[in-house]
């Protein structure tokens, strides 16, 4: 085919995939359903959508170098400033000491978000974990993140137990639901897998949706309180007779910005201990071995290890940070419903992962930053949120499957001067 | 890198400080909180024309105690985590008055929060009970209850119907369920026999088989709690697989998608709706003026989003004050005349009385009362 | 007959008729898996975008003043498989072909991101409320006393028994008979081998993607008129319950995706019928979970060997 038909060809093809859909819209008239043009953005946009496929088609070897230029490996290289190991922790100190000052700087919404921001950024550091790192596709993360955000609810509703109590005890719990699912499951390939996790995350929403009298269904569970510091509370009064609240311990007078500040630290603690768990782990025989699975289990298991056992490692400690973030969104929301846990949310946890480069810490912690932050600041961009994520997914995995900022692996290298 | 953060962080913290204090400092902020952007988007439209259309009013007529009144959309989306966010945000902005959240679930976690900053709340749409169960100061509705329409429908069906063997369906959602439960509760008060109280999904196409059981049963009544989408389609089946039953749902099967999906099969339905405060004679000059703007007035949460700007501005005025924690016992004591009639508060916040009315639904989409 | 048995059977027919539509849209999901070993994650948007079409088609034919039902349907449905081909082509140009060589853990997270932005062009494009359609076809038929326990089966029910009857029936010859439906199994055999005799594996692939989106389009014809409604989320739910029959009657097998959907759909009608609704989508999970578990090639399949 010349240039031109097959330009010709293409804007057709999208011509007939706009044209209905875009084109035309379905109203209903009284009880009838009436078909007519749509709006004059929507068929500008279409004509427009055709006339760059043709120019691109027509000047396809052109574009095409452009794209293998993207597609080759070329890293985004971090500023030479920070490539010396010393040079990175004095850079992370200074990083660390301005996330700590930062809620006292900061308007109270700010720090709301932050707080927001720092749970997704420990969800996508969890999953990276099974998805980056053991290359297992889980599409139902949301479940343990919901099974996490459930114990506290539960445990404080029925038992009074207080968050920190709760937080081990959530985090412990969802491990062990992604040890008794990861046990059978693990043994399926890798599609499969993706499909079964799937199945498990919508599970135990209709789950939590349908057993009202422990979970109270729809309703959710509200009223879910705010950690304490070593039992003081953040309240303006005590919520029971003979306890101290935060400020009266401390002689000063009552704000309600530091329950904020307050749970914005404590997520920040928590996301280090994670970004410093998770590097541990990685350089361990054990992350070595999720890495080495990714890339070629049969080759595994010829060297001896065991691959449902490693699977099953990365399964359980994924599921244990889902568990954590869990609890500390139940705390910051003070109400759950299983609404906030549907695949959508597990689709945007994905998105984080995949946006950071799979495997990548700092990557997934920018990508989760950029996911949340970026709606926030442009609200009308929500609406497109979905479907740019979507997009995204796909053009990331044709040109840089390995993500914005690849992982990296620690090695030495020698001084060249 | 974290630095980068820190910069967009600070960055957005200085734009929102900036946001703040763009706007005069006489004016009194209502904050109006629902969904701007989201599949539910087309419900916050109705209470936020019903809230601006207060204010400009109010303003027109001299604004409250010489200030003008001025209002600021929040966009919730309809999601619980975005919800807190706009709280948190509303609570940065110091704006002391609310009208919203749309969505009980995103009402329900904003609620603690506004309680706790000293806020004043008013929801007109959000219709779950526990919302005003936790004993709050601040937090009020211009709308009835889910338990409130659950008793209308259940004392009608005992009196009027006297069914001998009643179905309650509902979707298993915050809305439906309650309503299903207190319907279920008023009956079986009087007498009637509910054979069958059984969850659907929401979202479900196919209810064939709870059409069968449904005959099985022998069922001659059905009450539905939830929305129209499901309900369209269980009576399109039931006509299909030949059900002979009566059926009733709350206000949110009246929509007239449920005529486009169901035909003929929604002839007869009985719907229970708040009265339509656009046909009330004494609203003619407001409906007028937001026929002027070109906006329908006819959407349930319109008018009582008129009404909680209005019981919020007339209690300012009363009070002298602004101060949230004034105005919100004024509110509890006094009475207001409203677009949706008077307005009274109990201790919880919620309204002492607010109408329901039985209407048969008919094929074309219109309805006309019950008798 | 007693009155328990008649329920009984009324139920496997509403059963049956769910599970037909179930398996026309397995087909698609199995047919690529043989062939190229991935999961097309994006299939049910493709059955919700043909209902969109097909609905868009009914709608602007009868304001044309065409009132004939079989032109009307003939026509409509003739729309939804062009749109609903093209849209199967486009998506495998242009999200899996760049990676056929690529692991499938990156072919499937391609998948889902497809999947995510279809179903949200269609949210932008055409609203994310409800489009609601008269029924057409009314009526039916009905075993047994009108007046004591009978089993009701309406015209429509029939009309989508008898079509999956006929699309399997054809799929099946089109398979076994014809040339094209030959490199198709040779593809699914081997594509390296069948490139190296002669047949543009591309061509075969793209026939596929397209066989599977016009099959998608006749469940979503079909379903549209049967439940009159189409919102841009039924997409997402029918690909899962359609790729769990799949896997459950074995990826790969047309027959299998046949005798999956179908006993998907008269368990989740059992369900409805004996439990109660709001389980149903939890049993349709856990049966694909336990076959999985216990029968990984699912009923009919082949055992998948592992090559180094």
């Given at each position: 085919?010349?240039?031109?038909?097959?330009?010709?060809?293409?804007?057709?093809?999208?011509?007939?995939?706009?044209?209905?859909?875009?084109?035309?819209?379905?109203?209903?008239?009284?009880?009838?359903?009436?078909?007519?043009p749509?709006?004059?953005?929507?068929?500008?946009?279409?004509f427009?959508?055709?006339?760059?496929?043709?120019?691109?088609?027509?000047?396809?070897?052109?574009?095409?170098?452009?794209?293998?230029?993207?597609?080759?490996?070329?890293?985004?290289?971090?500023?030479?400033?920070l490539?010396?190991?010393?040079?990175?922790?004095?850079?992370?100190?200074?990083?660390?000491?301005g996330?700590?000052l930062?809620?006292?700087?900061?308007?109270?919404g700010?720090?709301?978000?932050?707080t927001?921001?720092?749970?997704?950024?420990?969800?996508?550091?969890?999953?990276?974990?099974?998805?980056?790192?053991?290359?297992?596709?889980?599409?139902?993360?949301?479940?343990?993140?919901?099974?996490?955000?459930y114990?506290?609810?539960?445990?404080?509703?029925?038992?009074?137990?207080?968050?920190w109590?709760?937080?081990?005890?959530?985090?412990?719990?969802?491990?062990?639901?992604?040890?008794?699912?990861?046990?059978?499951?693990?043994r399926?390939r890798?599609?499969y897998?993706?499909?079964?996790?799937?199945?498990?995350?919508?599970?135990?929403?209709?789950?939590?949706?349908?057993?009202?009298?422990?979970?109270?269904?729809?309703?959710?569970?509200?009223?879910?309180?705010?950690?304490?510091?070593?039992?003081?509370?953040?309240?303006?009064?005590?919520?029971?007779?003979?306890?101290t609240?935060?400020?009266?311990?401390?002689?000063i007078?009552?704000?309600?910005?530091?329950?904020?500040?307050?749970?914005?630290l404590?997520?920040?603690?928590?996301?280090?201990?994670?970004?410093?768990?998770?590097?541990?782990?990685?350089?361990?025989?054990?992350?070595?071995?999720?890495?080495?699975?990714?890339e070629?289990?049969?080759?595994?298991?010829?060297l001896?290890?065991?691959?449902?056992?490693?699977?099953?490692?990365?399964?359980?400690?994924?599921?244990?940070?889902?568990g954590?973030?869990?609890?500390?969104?139940?705390?910051?929301?003070?109400?759950?419903?299983?609404e906030?846990?549907?695949?959508?949310?597990?689709?945007?946890?994905?998105?984080?992962?995949?946006?950071?480069?799979?495997?990548?810490?700092?990557?997934?912690?920018l990508?989760?930053?950029?996911?949340?932050?970026l709606?926030e600041?442009?609200?009308?961009?929500?609406?497109?949120r979905?479907?740019?994520?979507?997009?995204?997914?796909?053009?990331?995995?044709?040109?840089?499957?390995?993500?914005?900022?690849?992982?990296?692996r620690?090695?030495?290298?020698?001084?060249?001067? | 890198?974290?630095?980068?953060?820190k910069?967009?962080?600070?960055?957005?913290?200085?734009?929102?400080?900036?946001?703040?204090?763009?706007?005069?400092?006489?004016?009194i902020?209502?904050?109006?909180?629902g969904p701007?952007?989201g599949?539910?988007?087309?419900?916050?439209?109705m209470?936020?024309?019903?809230?601006?259309?207060?204010?400009?009013?109010?303003?027109?007529?001299?604004?409250?105690?010489?200030?003008?009144?001025?209002?600021?959309?929040y966009?919730?989306?309809?999601?619980?985590?975005?919800?807190?966010?706009?709280?948190?945000?509303?609570?940065?902005?110091?704006?002391?008055?609310v009208?919203?959240?749309?969505?009980?679930?995103?009402?329900?976690?904003?609620?603690?929060?506004?309680?706790?900053?000293?806020?004043?709340?008013?929801?007109?749409?959000?219709?779950?009970?526990?919302i005003?169960?936790?004993?709050?100061?601040?937090?009020?509705?211009?709308?009835?209850?889910?338990?409130?329409?659950?008793?209308?429908?259940?004392?009608?069906?005992?009196?009027?119907?006297?069914?001998k063997?009643?179905?309650?369906i509902?979707?298993?959602?915050q809305y439906?369920?309650?309503?299903?439960?207190?319907?279920?509760?008023?009956?079986?008060?009087?007498?009637?026999?509910?054979?069958?109280?059984?969850?659907?999904?929401?979202?479900?196409?196919d209810?064939?088989?709870?059409?069968?059981?449904?005959?099985?049963?022998?069922?001659?009544?059905v009450?539905?709690?939830?929305?129209?989408?499901?309900?369209?389609?269980?009576?399109?089946?039931?006509?299909?697989?030949?059900?002979?039953?009566?059926?009733?749902?709350?206000?949110?099967?009246?929509?007239?998608?449920?005529?486009?999906?169901?035909?003929?099969?929604?002839?007869?339905?009985?719907?229970?709706?708040?009265?339509?405060?656009?046909?009330?004679?004494?609203?003619?000059?407001?409906?007028?003026?937001?026929?002027?703007?070109?906006?329908?007035?006819?959407?349930?949460?319109?008018?009582?989003?008129?009404?909680?700007?209005?019981v919020?501005?007339?209690?300012?005025?009363?009070?002298g004050?602004?101060?949230?924690?004034?105005?919100?016992?004024?509110?509890?004591?006094?009475?207001?005349?409203?677009?949706?009639?008077?307005?009274?508060?109990?201790?919880?916040?919620d309204?002492?009385?607010?109408?329901?009315?039985?209407?048969?639904?008919?094929?074309?989409?219109?309805?006309?009362?019950?008798k | 007959?007693?009155?328990?048995?008649?329920?009984?059977?009324?139920?496997?027919?509403?059963?049956?008729?769910?599970?037909?539509?179930?398996?026309l849209?397995?087909?698609?999901?199995?047919?690529?898996y043989?062939?190229?070993?991935?999961?097309?994650?994006?299939?049910?948007?493709?059955?919700?975008?043909?209902?969109?079409?097909?609905?868009?088609?009914?709608?602007?034919?009868?304001?044309?003043?065409i009132?004939?039902?079989?032109?009307?349907?003939?026509?409509?449905?003739?729309?939804?498989?062009?749109?609903?081909?093209?849209?199967g082509?486009?998506?495998?140009?242009?999200?899996?072909?760049?990676?056929?060589?690529?692991?499938?853990?990156?072919?499937?997270?391609?998948?889902?991101?497809?999947?995510?932005?279809?179903?949200?062009?269609?949210?932008?494009?055409?609203?994310?409320?409800?489009?609601?359609?008269?029924?057409?076809?009314?009526?039916?038929?009905?075993?047994?006393?009108?007046?004591?326990?009978?089993?009701?089966?309406?015209?429509?029910?029939?009309?989508?028994?008898?079509?999956?009857?006929?699309?399997?029936v054809?799929?099946?010859?089109?398979?076994?008979?014809?040339?094209?439906?030959?490199?198709?199994?040779?593809?699914?055999?081997?594509?390296?081998?069948?490139?190296?005799l002669?047949?543009?594996?591309?061509?075969?692939?793209?026939?596929?993607?397209?066989?599977?989106?016009?099959?998608?389009?006749v469940?979503?014809?079909?379903?549209?008129?049967?439940?009159?409604?189409?919102?841009?989320?039924i997409?997402?739910?029918?690909?899962?319950?359609?790729?769990?029959?799949?896997?459950?009657?074995?990826?790969?097998?047309?027959?299998?995706?046949?005798?999956g959907?179908?006993?998907?759909g008269?368990?989740?009608?059992?369900?409805?019928?004996?439990?109660t609704?709001?389980?149903?989508?939890?049993?349709?999970?856990?049966?694909?979970?336990?076959?999985?578990?216990?029968?990984p090639?699912?009923?009919l399949?082949?055992?998948?060997?592992?090559?180094?």
């Open positions: 085919m010349s240039r031109v038909t097959s330009a010709f060809v293409a804007a057709l093809i999208t011509l007939i995939l706009g044209g209905f859909l875009l084109g035309l819209s379905l109203t209903s008239e009284g009880i009838n359903l009436v078909v007519g749509s709006t004059p953005g929507k068929i500008t946009f279409l427009v959508g055709v006339a760059i496929v043709f120019v691109l088609q027509y000047f396809r070897e052109h574009v095409g170098r452009f794209t293998t230029h993207m597609r080759s490996d070329q890293r985004m290289e971090l500023p030479s400033f490539r010396s190991s010393q040079q990175q922790r004095i850079w992370t100190m200074f990083v660390i000491i996330l700590l930062f809620p006292f700087l900061s308007s109270r700010a720090v709301d978000i932050a927001l921001t720092l749970i997704y950024v420990m969800l996508g550091l969890g999953l990276n974990v099974v998805v980056g790192l053991a290359g297992l596709l889980d599409l139902g993360y949301v479940g343990f993140y919901a099974v996490g955000a114990t506290y609810a539960l445990l404080n509703m029925y038992f009074g137990v207080s968050f109590v709760a937080l081990p005890i959530a985090g412990g719990l969802a491990a062990l639901f992604g040890f008794l699912l990861g046990f059978p499951v693990l399926l890798g599609d897998l993706a499909i079964v996790t799937l199945g498990f995350g919508e599970i135990i929403r209709i789950l939590l949706n349908n057993w009202t009298d422990l979970t109270g269904g729809p309703n959710g569970i509200a009223r879910i309180p705010k950690p304490t510091l070593f039992g003081l509370e953040f309240s303006r009064r005590p919520s029971e007779e003979g306890a609240t935060f400020h009266e311990f401390f002689g007078s009552y704000s309600s910005e530091y329950k904020v500040i307050f749970l914005y404590m997520a920040l603690l928590l996301v280090l201990l994670t970004v410093y768990v998770i590097r541990r782990l990685i350089r361990m025989p054990i992350g070595r071995a999720w890495e080495a699975l990714r070629d289990e049969i080759a595994c298991r010829a001896g290890l065991n691959p449902t056992m490693i699977k099953l490692g990365a399964f359980t400690i994924g599921a244990s940070f889902a954590f973030a869990g609890s500390f969104f139940a705390a910051r929301q003070g109400f759950i419903s299983p906030s846990f549907t695949f959508i949310e597990s689709a945007i946890i994905l998105a984080i992962v995949v946006l950071g480069g799979m495997g990548s810490q700092l990557g997934v912690i990508a989760a930053i950029a996911m949340t932050v709606p600041l442009a609200r009308e961009f929500d609406e497109y979905m479907l740019l994520f979507g997009l995204m997914m796909v053009l990331m995995m044709i040109w840089r499957p390995q993500g914005l900022l690849p992982m990296k620690p090695h030495m290298e020698l001084k060249r001067d | 890198m974290k630095s980068i953060v910069k967009t962080l600070i960055g957005m913290s200085v734009s929102a400080a900036l946001m703040g204090t763009s706007l005069a400092q006489a004016d902020k209502i904050a109006l909180a701007v952007s599949p539910v988007a087309q419900y916050g439209d209470q936020f024309i019903g809230a601006e259309m207060a204010i400009e009013q109010i303003n027109k007529k001299g604004g409250v105690n010489g200030e003008k009144l001025v209002g600021i959309k966009d919730d989306a309809c999601d619980p985590k975005q919800a807190v966010a706009v709280a948190n945000k509303i609570v940065n902005d110091d704006i002391k008055f009208v919203g959240h749309l969505c009980s679930s995103s009402t329900q976690p904003a609620t603690d929060i506004y309680e706790d900053e000293g806020i004043v709340m008013v929801t007109a749409a959000s219709t779950n009970p526990d005003t169960l936790q004993g709050y100061q601040l937090i009020f509705r211009t709308i009835g209850l889910d338990s409130l329409q659950g008793p209308v429908a259940g004392r009608f069906v005992a009196d009027s119907i006297k069914p063997r009643m179905a309650v509902h979707d298993k959602q439906g369920e309650g309503i299903a439960t207190a319907v279920k509760k008023t009956v079986e008060e009087s007498g009637v026999d509910v054979v069958m109280f059984e969850g659907i999904t929401a979202g479900d196409k209810f064939s088989a709870l059409v069968a059981k449904l005959k099985r049963n022998n069922v001659d009544f009450y539905y709690g939830g929305y129209h989408p499901e309900l369209g389609l269980i009576l399109r089946q039931s006509a299909e697989l030949g059900l002979d039953a009566q059926f009733m749902g709350p206000e949110g099967v009246g929509n007239k998608d449920i005529s486009a999906i169901a035909g003929e099969a929604s002839e007869g339905l009985l719907v229970t709706l708040p009265p339509s405060f656009e046909l009330d004679p004494k609203n003619k000059g407001l409906v007028d003026a937001f026929e002027k703007k070109n906006q329908d007035p006819s959407g349930p949460f319109v008018m009582p989003a008129y009404a909680a700007v209005q919020m501005a007339d209690s300012m005025k009363a009070t004050s602004t101060d949230a924690e004034e105005v919100a016992e004024y509110m509890h004591k006094a009475s207001f005349t409203t677009p949706i009639g008077d307005v009274k508060y109990d201790e919880k916040g309204l002492t009385s607010f109408n329901f009315v039985v209407y048969n639904w008919h094929a074309d989409g219109t309805k006309s009362p019950a | 007959m007693s009155e328990s048995i008649y329920y009984f059977l009324q139920q496997i027919a509403n059963g049956l008729t769910i599970g037909s539509t179930y398996a849209i397995a087909i698609g999901y199995t047919m690529v043989g062939i190229i070993g991935m999961i097309n994650f994006a299939h049910g948007e493709v059955y919700m975008i043909g209902t969109y079409v097909a609905f868009i088609a009914l709608a602007g034919l009868s304001m044309l003043g009132d004939n039902p079989f032109l009307l349907i003939g026509i409509a449905l003739a729309v939804s498989i062009v749109v609903a081909s093209a849209y082509f486009s998506i495998e140009r242009v999200a899996y072909r760049p990676l056929r060589s690529s692991k499938r853990l990156i072919a499937l997270i391609s998948a889902i991101g497809m999947s995510i932005f279809l179903q949200n062009y269609i949210r932008l494009a055409q609203g994310s409320r409800d489009i609601a359609m008269p029924s057409m076809i009314k009526g039916g038929f009905l075993f047994g006393s009108p007046e004591g326990s009978h089993i009701m089966i309406s015209y429509m029910q029939v009309i989508i028994m008898v079509t999956t009857v006929l699309c399997m054809g799929l099946t010859l089109f398979i076994t008979r014809s040339r094209m439906g030959r490199a198709c199994r040779a593809c699914a055999q081997d594509i390296g081998m069948t490139n190296l002669g047949i543009n594996s591309n061509n075969v692939i793209a026939v596929t993607f397209i066989i599977g989106a016009s099959l998608a389009a469940a979503g014809m079909l379903l549209g008129l049967y439940y009159g409604v189409v919102n841009p989320y997409g997402f739910i029918a690909g899962l319950k359609a790729f769990t029959a799949a896997v459950l009657g074995g990826i790969g097998s047309i027959p299998g995706a046949m005798l959907g179908l006993i998907l008269v368990s989740e009608s059992l369900t409805g019928g004996y439990l609704a709001e389980y149903k989508d939890v049993v349709a999970f856990s049966l694909l979970i336990l076959i999985l578990l216990f029968m090639q699912g009923i399949g082949k055992p998948e060997v592992e090559k180094i």
